[in-house]
């Protein structure tokens, strides 16, 4: 985690069959990908400005005055090079510098951690684009169904056989299963707008990314927001370190040298002094502030760090309460798969004695084609049910992660 940058990867946390790490990447749009790569150079740099912000600054002025007072008259005209450098804080040189790596760190953290929400966006919406055209597929095979059942019901009506009330019913379900086919043609566009916010790429052609489980161990040990939790940790406590040496003695170099110009002089009491030659000081100080609230500022950091602490417990126990509840929902889902497989099973066998019986003349091609289509709905559930078990999936690798040193 401190090597000289970091770079995360996929394919050790989740077999990522379709998609490689970088091909993840590509999915997000060249703009977005920009902005990443910018806020990781601004996180250089604030992180280099803070490692040397102990150094200060070399002085160079140029000072032309004169002052004349009762009988006296100074004129100066001077160039000076000064310093004034703390070379020992009690340590807090070495744990500033310790503590600006922590902030990169942390960082870089925070930025990947806005990558993996933006690539977690894109492909769910990837997902649920493509699970939008097959619930499409399914409520267009509803409305056929629908019809075959208006055509029947009218048929049995006009024959006197039929009461009316049951073919308006047939009609008013065709009518809303349509305004439903609506809604969802609505959705399909937001979500191609949605996708081309994001990416690139074509949502229609694009190969879909396919997520394995991975155990609980592998997933708690790469979850990136603990280890951003931790990294914060070593941060603050850094700064905690940082901010009792500032209370501790400081000892500090000071230099100066002073080149004066032609002509510098300096009058009084009827005398004139020549002041041209070049000088230089040198020596040191050493200063300790006595700030009363001192006190509650160091414990106030101490206070930070001490509750880092606490917040990374309790982001293991949400991780864990996280990874628990996914096992649960692919469960579930996978009984509804399962489920649909049973009644693709079970309208294979009713398609089959359904042609039967209208070889026979015994039942009508409407009834044939009903059970047709029932069959390719519970197919298409399965389809719709596998995409909800790789949403819930995503939702996993978003928190997980590899270390590159």
């Known amino acids: 985690m401190h090597g000289s940058k970091l770079r995360w990867i996929l394919c050790s946390v989740l077999a990522f069959s379709l998609l490689q790490a970088g091909d993840v990447d590509e999915l997000l ?14 996180n250089v740099a604030d992180s280099g400005e803070l490692e040397f912000s102990w150094i200060n600054p070399v ?22 090079i000064v310093v004034d450098q ?19 760190h942390v960082g870089d953290l925070s930025i990947e951690t806005q990558r993996r929400q933006l690539i977690k966006q894109v492909v769910a919406t990837l997902f649920n684009f493509k699970k939008n055209e097959y619930q499409i597929r399914k409520q267009q095979l509803l409305i ?27 009609i008013l379900k065709k009518n809303q299963d349509t305004l439903n086919l609506y809604v969802l043609q609505d959705t399909k566009a937001q979500l191609h707008k949605q996708f081309n916010d994001l990416s690139d790429a074509d ?11 991975m155990d609980k161990e592998t997933f708690l040990k790469n979850h990136i927001d603990l280890v951003r939790q ?12 940082m901010t009792w040496a500032r209370y501790m003695p400081t000892l500090s ?15 009084s009491g009827g005398n004139i002094y020549d002041l041209t030659d070049d000088y230089y000081t040198y020596g040191f100080r050493v200063s300790m502030p006595l700030d009363i609230k001192s006190y509650y500022t160091i414990e106030s950091t101490k206070v930070d760090y001490l509750n880092a602490r606490v917040m990374l417990n309790d982001k293991k126990r949400e991780a864990d309460n ?16 399962e489920l649909s497989k049973e009644d693709e099973t079970l309208y294979d066998s009713l398609v089959a004695s359904t042609r039967e019986k209208v070889e026979a003349g015994e039942m009508t091609v409407y009834d044939l084609e009903t059970m047709e289509n029932s069959k390719r709905i519970r197919q298409l559930d399965q389809k719709i049910f596998a995409l909800d078990k790789q949403l819930v999936l995503l939702e996993l690798y978003e928190k997980s992660y590899e270390t590159v040193q």
């Open 230 to 241: 931790k990294e914060e940790i070593v941060q603050k406590d850094y700064f905690n370190t």
């Open 322 to 337: 996280a990874y628990i509840a996914t096992l649960k929902r692919l469960d579930v889902l996978d009984r509804m798969i």
């Open 59 to 80: 002085t160079l002025q140029y000072i032309d005055s004169r002052n004349e007072q009762f009988d006296t008259t100074q004129k100066r005209r001077e160039f000076a």
């Open 144 to 170: 056929e169904n629908d019809r075959l059942d208006i055509e029947r019901k009218k048929e049995q009506y006009l024959s006197g056989d039929l009461d009316s009330g049951f073919l308006d019913q047939a």
């Open 203 to 213: 949502p229609v052609t694009i190969k879909l990314p396919h997520f394995t489980l």
């Open 29 to 42: 749009s060249a703009l977005k990908r920009e902005s990443l790569e910018l806020q990781h150079r601004k």
């Open 86 to 104: 703390p070379i020992f804080k009690s340590g807090g040189i070495w744990y500033a510098v310790k503590y600006a790596n922590a902030t990169r």
């Open 253 to 267: 170099v000071q230099a100066s040298y002073v080149k004066p110009y032609e002509n510098n002089y300096f009058f």
